[in-house]
């Protein structure tokens, strides 16, 4: 009786980040909720990875106490690894760049690529969320979701109606809540749709929210995308993409604290007597009997558990680590299992290939919106703060980068083969380019104390793969990411084509009266293809958007590695449930899909299928 009252003291920390409701009730102590290493359970459900897919699939699989569910985490608490850095939406950027220099290893994996083509040979840090929420605690909030005809084409691809637009919003809808926009709050100039294209959803857990504040770049940018062509389109969460709008985060929509699938899926049901979650716990990998998976072996600093599943063991580790836990468990192509003596229940092709994902490239200018100077001296940090733990507004509310539009990449600008292998390979809906206006100067050091901005292009429609694989059969090591973006010389090709889209928008008279002098990088020296593409070797980023590694489809397609419920062909009582399980990448970021997928996939388990 005596502990109680502390222990509920030292959650309060945990309660002050948004939750209303209290995971400690009654006669259940916090720490019900967690398991102990050492000690071998037997759950109904043993899901690996607590991050934006599988925290979904604990809560679902959990409602019913009926059901037993245990997540592994190789994380913990965002709130107590990084500081205030994961809940202000300004802060997404830190800790995401191109070194590891500014990563947090508490809550990011410090994962290097192999040497990239289209990073001129670097390797560079992959940023990945390690930490209950993964990537939905590590990434840039932006929620919005693909075109229709992407979703028909995975629906053909995997010979599944369900996932066909009509279908799967359903399944789009039922985890998130929409808000309006805050017009109290959100400078007029800056006013979004009441009512976006598709913003139809209540009652789910994530909120979706326009921000209190956009930089006021964003405004010109967006009038000058629209002169352009990019017509005005009412939010890109209707599955309508080509065109031009403001863009949604997942933030609540009072305090602009990060909603992420921990805040959304794991805090208000942790006092659940039947789900248990094991933090700072490795799954080392899965184990069979034949080729029946009935568990799953964890590592927590060295102390060995087995976790077993009566009914289903769930991957849901992300596009890097559930092929590797594949891998190491005896699921994979064969060559590569062979080669580091794992024996092999499946030989699976697919496993850690089609690796999709967007690069992107930018074009800087120094503008006379603030953007930089919000921040450049002690007062007016603490100002910033203020505003921001007041009522939720300030600059640190905003993003610092917002998508203003979507198109084809004009014709003019590239080859004509290129563009029929552009249209021949994704639906006509489905956009090449995404385009994005950021604040802030892209280098650690500013040339000067001045305001500068970006036009950021995305590629979404693109040619290169790349592959994930082992370098040992120990899932301890991490795995061989090879991300191989731009190794298709059209997607060298398009994104060249997309440095000077960029500047034709920066060019546009709309934006005149903002901008100052020449333009700062890459600076117009560079023009010819040669130079574009050498300043890209450089410079380009890559959204952090890998996906399609334990590829979604049929029987007969060789490189599928699940089934469209999830199921990995071969082997019986295993799901991949992910990013990873997708048959590729849909336009936008994923984060809104992998809600989808996951809430997809847990009626399926839930239906018995
Ligand atoms: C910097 C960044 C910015 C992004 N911005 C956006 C954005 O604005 N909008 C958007 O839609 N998408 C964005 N994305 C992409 C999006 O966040 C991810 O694609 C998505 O969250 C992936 O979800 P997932 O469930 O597949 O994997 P994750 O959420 O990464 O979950 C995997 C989980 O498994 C755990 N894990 C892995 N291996 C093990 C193991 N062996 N044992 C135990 N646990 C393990 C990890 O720690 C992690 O918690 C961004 C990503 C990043 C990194
Ligand atoms: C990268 O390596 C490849 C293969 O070795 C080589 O052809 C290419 O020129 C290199 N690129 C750069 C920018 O150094
Ligand atoms: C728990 O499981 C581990 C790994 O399978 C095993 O080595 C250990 O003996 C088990 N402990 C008990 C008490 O059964
Ligand atoms: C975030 O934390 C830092 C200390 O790490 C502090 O200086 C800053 O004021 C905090 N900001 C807010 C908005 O809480
Ligand atoms: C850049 O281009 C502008 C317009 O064509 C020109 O006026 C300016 O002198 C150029 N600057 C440099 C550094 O080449």
Redesign the pocket.
């Known amino acids: 009786m005596m502990m109680r009252k502390p222990l509920l003291l030292l959650l309060a920390p945990l309660l002050a980040c948004g939750s209303p409701t209290d995971p400690i009730s009654g006669q259940q102590l916090l720490g019900q909720s967690f398991g102990v290493p050492g000690v ?1 359970a037997s759950y109904d459900y043993v899901i690996v990875g607590g991050g934006t897919a599988g925290l979904l699939l604990a809560n679902r699989l959990s409602a019913s106490p009926a059901n037993t569910v245990a997540v592994i985490e190789a994380g913990t608490f965002y709130e107590f690894s990084n500081g205030n850095i994961s809940a202000i939406p300004r802060y997404v950027w830190t800790g995401t760049g191109m070194t590891l220099d500014d990563a947090n290893p508490l809550v990011d994996w410090m994962f290097t690529t192999s040497p990239e083509i289209g990073f001129g040979n670097q390797s560079i840090h992959y940023a990945r969320g390690r930490a209950l929420g993964g990537s939905s605690a590590r990434n840039h909030i932006g929620y919005q979701r693909g075109t229709a005809g992407s979703y028909d084409k995975w629906a053909a691809d995997v010979g599944d109606a369900g996932f066909a637009w009509s279908n799967f919003q359903s399944f789009f809808d039922k985890s998130v809540t929409f808000h309006k926009v805050d017009a109290s709050k959100r400078r007029a100039n800056s006013t979004p749709p009441d009512d976006p294209a598709g913003a139809r959803a209540t009652g789910g857990e994530v909120s979706v929210s326009y921000t209190n504040y956009v930089g006021p770049f964003t405004s010109w940018a967006l009038k000058a995308v629209r002169a352009l062509g990019m017509k005005a389109i009412p939010g890109y969460i209707g599955g309508v993409l080509i065109g031009s709008s403001w863009d949604m985060r997942s933030v609540d929509p009072k305090t602009m604290v990060r909603d992420s699938a921990e805040t959304a899926f794991l805090r208000p049901v942790l006092k659940r007597p039947n789900l248990v979650v094991y933090p700072n716990t490795m799954a080392t990998r899965v184990l069979f009997e034949g080729t029946k998976a009935v568990g799953v ?1 964890t590592d927590t600093l060295g102390k ?3 976790l077993t599943a009566r009914k289903e063991v769930i991957l849901s580790a992300g596009v890097f680590q559930s092929p590797q836990l594949l891998m190491v468990s005896g699921i994979g192509p064969k060559a590569i299992l062979s080669k580091y003596g794992i024996p092999v229940i499946a030989d699976l092709p697919g496993v850690g290939e089609n690796l999709h994902d967007h690069p992107a490239a930018l074009v800087v200018h120094k503008v006379k919106t603030p953007s930089s100077t919000q921040f450049n001296t002690a007062a007016k940090r603490v100002a910033a703060d203020a505003s921001f733990l007041r009522d939720g507004t300030g600059p640190l509310s905003g993003t610092g980068g917002e998508i203003i539009g979507w198109e084809k990449v004009p014709r003019r600008l590239i080859s004509k083969k290129t563009a029929a292998d552009l249209d021949a390979a994704v639906p006509k809906d489905w956009p090449d380019l995404e385009i994005l206006a950021t604040e802030g100067y892209p280098g650690p050091i500013p040339p000067d104390d001045g305001d500068y901005v970006g036009i950021d292009i995305a590629l979404v429609n693109t040619f290169s793969r790349g592959t994930v694989s082992i370098s040992s059969a120990s899932s301890l090591d991490p795995p061989v990411i090879h991300i191989n973006f731009l190794s298709d010389p059209r997607d060298q090709e398009i994104l060249i084509a997309a440095v000077r889209r960029a500047r034709e928008i920066f060019a546009d008279k709309t934006l005149a009266p903002v901008l100052i002098g020449d333009e700062i990088s890459p600076g117009n020296a560079t023009q010819s293809d040669e130079d574009i593409l050498s300043y890209i070797h450089k410079s380009a980023q890559i959204f952090f958007h890998a996906s399609s590694t334990c590829k979604m489809g049929t029987k007969g397609d060789e490189q599928a590695v699940v089934d469209s419920k999830g199921r990995v062909f071969g082997v019986q009582a295993l799901r991949v449930v992910d990013l990873s399980a997708v048959p590729f990448l849909p336009p936008g970021h994923p984060m809104a899909t992998v809600y989808a997928l996951a809430e997809k996939q847990a009626a399926a388990i839930l239906g018995g299928t």
Do not use: E, I
């Open positions: 071998n072996q060995v558990t087995r």
